[in-house]
């Protein structure tokens, strides 16, 4: 049974929640939102110790390995490197950050149609901060918020199937499927090529998930690669989008499952992107603290409301920074604000 | 004190261990060696029993926040989510897969210069994953290797200083320094453009490591973006290999911090690379099982016999497969194998 399509699926979820606004997540550790008082302390402890018995696990099992055919002995020092701190930084800045997340979520989620972990924000608090990713994604998911995993994964094909498993889809295994993080959708960076993104856009259309392919990024530097010149003139942006458009096609008549990631700092391009790229969902990052203006982005939405998803982080997070009152209030306030501009611009 | 350039370290390096050849480390869950006899099945429950807990811990630490503005009350459907497998096939295959880098690394490990371990096969295991290549990098690095984080990362600004600090150094948190991967050197995809490569340069360059610069990829549909004529009718990966020179030269005057992955599928590329690259370290994929020829390398060895790094993987960890013989004794074959060619090579 095939399911919906992620370009339907999305089409339904912003009709539903009346919303565009996706809540970026990128927890900083040193930015996070006070902890409720007290309640946490000893989960936070909990979780700690259990990661730490986890290293020391895996270090029994390097120990227990017998030697290969090297014969070597095992050196001290990776007997101490693989030795865990009982409360180590990183599991107890992990056990914080998931509390940041859930009640970002719980303020903001009600006024937004996904979420956006970016990854390398959980990857640099280690095993803990995967942890946190995942049980992130469930909360977002139970919900009723999609999940757009922000990785911009790209590689040889068969390192492409690798990460379809790890964020799409699952990985057999002799000790039963190995279940990845199963996001909604992954950002996706296309420069090695059409096979790279192939294992990709298969594993994600057999579950109803889609990709968002970077076509032009929203970072000052962008224009570096991105808008050089080929030998008819057009930008190199230009034929991404057309290999986002291809790569779409194969899903139905309705909005893409290969949807772009087009920054909105860049505005100007928009309406030539929609041009080229007539049913494909728009990711735009950019708006608040990088500078974009969300009332540009009228030619976003012309496939229909979904056809313009408009990504929010650290405008949401650190509202309360600029404009006062609690974090939670202040978030929930900015994401309500910014769901009311952009359903009023989509309805044109 | 600014620690030894990366380009001085990894000149080292293969001296004094007299090889080029970098152990690929891509473990496929069904694909793996066979576990020692009976020594390690205790400390797999074990690690596979601490994830749970893990797992069973943030399910907690979830339940005890307080919910926020929303005042959703928490549903069902996120507890069931959250609630650990005592032991799950994910946490097993983890296990397992520790146990086959370990015996990979013991065998094949000394007549390499370095590993490179595929992030992507390690995150489709989740948070045991992701604990394993901790692990398995701690254990390269007590041998005596350098540890090439396969990662293709690439990414605005602010997120590429997070993969830097998960993958080569470390963030700062309220609960103390948080250490990352703190590889040797970094995969790298510079789609973004310069300012989206300067915080890996400036991470890489503070602590001694390096990066590698997609130039040209091994894969067939290279050619679909990194071969696209520019107006003055050179590819677009000469550009690319343009940028990872400029990025490399504020090393000084050795090999430089900042290689380029160039893909030994196309050899004939590779004088050229050399030419517009001359100080600049390569990473050679695509020998062996991916069709690649060890003996057409001979101008990644101009600038000395670090000057090419040639990466294998499936040749090396399946080598009894074709080759037959255990899994240790064949890796170790083949591995050797590699490095007498490549190194008779660099000195030729």
Redesign the interface.
Known sequence: MTPSSFGDRLAAAVAERESQIVLGI?P???RLWPL?AG??ED??R??S???A??????????A???????G?T??E??VR??TPAP?A??D??A??T??HC??????A??ACVAVKP?I??F??????????L??VA??A???GLLVIADG????????AT??A???LTE???????????RADALTV????????LEPLVTAARATGAGLFL?VR??????????D????D?RP?WE??AA?ARELGDGAGDGLADVGAVTGATAPEHLARMRDLMPRTPFLL?GVGA?GGDVAALGPAFAPGPAGGLVTASRSIAEAHLSGGG?P??AA?AEAERLRAVAWGLARG
Chains 1, 2 share one sequence.
């Not at 018995?53 to 390097?62: D, F, G, K, S, V």
């Not at 859930?102 to 303020?107: E, P, Q």
């Not at 960076?189 to 790279?196: F, S, T, V």
Request: glycine share 10%; hydrophobic share 45%; charged share 15%.
């Open positions: 990128d900083h550790p040193e409720p309640a946490t989960v936070q909990r979780l110790a259990t990661l018995a986890a290293r020391e696990a895996a270090a029994a099992l390097i227990d390995t017998a030697p290969g055919a090297s070597a095992r050196p020092q990776e490197a693989a409360e930084p990183a107890l800045a056990a914080a998931l509390a859930v009640a970002l979520i719980d303020a989620g009600p970016q390398a924000c990857e640099r608090l280690g095993a803990g901060g995967w942890l946190v995942e049980a469930a909360h998911r139970a919900h911009k994964r790209g590689d040889v094909p068969v390192t690798a990460y498993q790890a964020l990985v057999a295994s002799p000790f039963g499927t190995v279940s990845g993080l960076n296309p420069l090695l090529g059409r096979d790279a970077l990024t929203s970072n000052p530097g962008a224009g570096d690669v991105m050089l010149p080929l030998q003139g190199l034929r991404l290999l990052p990088q609690q939670g209030e929930r």
